[in-house]
């Protein structure tokens, strides 16, 4: 591997976060037993794309202990309406198709490696 591939990374390496919409949502969440992580963004929402290079950070780094999705709001309205959703972003954890918790606006990345540390210890 090259000193640039390696500084890069490989995107074969990469663990990226699962596009939930509409119609996957269920079957998505009845396929895995991991903790879900369910980041709803929308298009026009400054703090969603300073987020969104975050979760895609969390989706690597926790690969295996919990499962990342995003949620675009302006393409998935049922399904945001279903999740009680009414601000961008906001960032739900399930667990068994359960809500355990969600938090509205920006976080960084060490607040997420915090809480998934705390709640799903390996």
Request: aromatic share 8%; proline share 7%; net charge negative.
């Amino acid at each position: 591997m090259s000193f640039l591939e390696w500084l890069k990374g490989s995107a074969n390496e990469k663990v990226l976060p699962q596009e939930l919409t509409d119609e996957n949502f269920e079957a998505e969440l009845k396929g895995t037993d991991l903790p879900v992580l369910i980041d709803v963004w929308s298009p026009s929402c400054g703090p969603c794309a300073k987020l969104a290079p975050i979760i895609a950070s969390v989706a690597d780094r926790h690969a295996g202990r919990v499962k990342v999705y995003h949620v675009n709001a302006a393409n998935s309205p049922r399904l945001v309406q279903d999740l009680g959703v009414g601000g961008t972003p906001t960032v739900l954890v399930m667990r068994n198709g359960e809500e355990m918790g969600r938090v509205v606006g920006f976080r960084p990345r060490s607040w997420f490696d915090q809480m998934i540390e705390t709640e799903f210890p390996k």
